[in-house]
């Protein structure tokens, strides 16, 4: 039975073993696009050409359900299978699950009719949030239950972004947008609360790694959701102090994870200092907020770009960096070009963040260059890994 199932894994095209070969890919391709797009449209060479929401609503929501939540859905339908022992999604399955993505991308550029758009957005979120609980039900591991829920509530966030936009409401197409960043940093404090010290301790070869504050966990664990909750409700849209308060707790948290994390020795190794900054970003990004609602007077987008360029961005290639290698059964030694790729995201970051301040469209284009080469060099370098089957002749 076991060399028939093993027959049967191989000969499936190697794009379509994994989940998180088409994904990772396939969102990469995404994120290198949007945001010359986005900039093309900003400086008005699109003026004819307008996608569902308007270009403004487009990129909000593409960044976040497009780019993220591919990601979000190659990470997650892989690791299930480590996480459970079942086996992942991969052949046809997978390949319908990422059409359906992909239909949902082209249905937002060509400003399909809302119902047919409905329908192709949110079945994706909806499909993988299915596919995760059934599995993580199978075999009754509680641990995981929360991430099906984020899931779920990401489903529910999406659809209150089309909502804004079926009503020609822009400020709930935003709210909708607000509230899954929000989610999205739960999950990434959830996950990278656990892979991030345990790859710190695998990386420097260390024996122990720093053991968890359960209490810290369970802070974060309720607070983050806490916060997009709230964006849904609407009280964390305007200054609030309450607000600000949870803002800062949640801030305090994450900078107590880093410190318990730091090792003078990460900054050696690309694919952890990659990780620890990206998790740095969360926290700025957190006390950015609680500034905010406290009354100082400052932009709230730059706090939000901390979350999406350098958290969530930063996040995302430094995890696939690393995912990439273990799953085609490479040495975790990122290929060259890789360094390179995570400076210039956390440089996208501080262009977006700091020196727009003082040179506002140099600052813009220069920080849509960086991240558009930042994940470019990953296309590249990664591309035919994930087209390829693994070099250790595991079927995966």
């Given amino acids: 039975m076991q060399v028939l199932d093993r027959r049967k894994a191989m000969a499936i095209a190697p794009l379509l073993r994994l989940a998180f ?55 997650l339908l892989t690791a299930v299978q480590t996480w459970t022992g079942r086996p992942g999604l991969s052949g046809q399955p997978l390949a319908a699950l990422a059409l359906l993505w992909l ?45 099906a829920v984020v899931l779920l509530l990401l489903a529910a966030a999406d659809g209150l972004s089309l909502y804004g936009l079926v009503e020609g409401h822009e400020g709930w197409q935003r709210q909708g947008v607000l509230t899954g960043l929000w989610l999205v940093a739960a999950m990434m404090g959830l996950i990278g609360g656990r892979v991030i010290p345990f790859f710190i301790q695998r990386g420097l070869g260390k024996v122990e790694g720093v053991a ?51 090792d003078r020795a990460l900054w050696r190794v690309p694919l952890l200092w990659s990780l620890y900054l990206a998790y740095g970003w969360l926290a700025v990004a957190c006390l950015g907020m609680a500034l905010w609602h406290f009354g100082v007077p400052m932009n709230p987008s730059l706090a939000v770009h901390c979350l999406t360029i350098g958290a969530m961005g930063g996040l995302v290639l430094a995890m696939i960096a690393r995912v990439s290698l273990g799953h085609t059964g490479r040495a975790l030694e990122p290929p060259s070009g890789m360094t390179l790729a995570f400076i210039l995201l956390n440089l996208a970051c501080l262009s977006r963040v700091v020196l727009i301040l003082f040179f506002p469209l140099p600052a813009l284009w220069l920080a849509g260059l960086c991240w558009a080469l930042a994940f470019a060099l990953y296309a590249w370098r990664y591309g035919p890994m994930l087209l390829q089957a693994r070099v250790d002749g595991h079927p995966g």
Avoid at 107 to 121: K, M, S, T
Avoid at 246 to 255: G, P, W
């Fill in 21 to 75: 070969r088409p994904f990772f890919l396939a969102g990469c391709v995404l994120a290198v696009l949007a945001i010359p797009l986005w900039l093309a449209a900003f400086s008005g060479a699109l003026s004819g050409w307008q996608p569902a929401g308007g270009w403004l609503g487009w990129h909000r929501h593409e960044l976040l359900f497009g780019f993220g939540l591919a990601i979000i859905a190659g990470f």
């Fill in 103 to 147: 239909l949902a991308r082209v249905a937002w550029l060509v400003n399909a009719p809302w119902p047919v758009l409905a329908v192709l957005e949110l079945a994706f979120p909806l499909a993988v949030a299915a596919l995760m609980g059934f599995t993580l039900w199978k075999v009754r591991q509680t641990r995981n239950y929360p991430i």
């Fill in 212 to 262: 968890p504050w359960p209490w810290l966990d369970w802070l974060l664990l309720v607070g983050s959701p806490l916060v997009a909750l709230l964006y849904a409700a609407g009280p964390a849209l305007e200054p609030t102090l309450w607000v600000g308060l949870l803002f800062a707790v949640l801030a305090a948290a994450h900078l107590v994870r880093l410190v318990r994390w730091h």
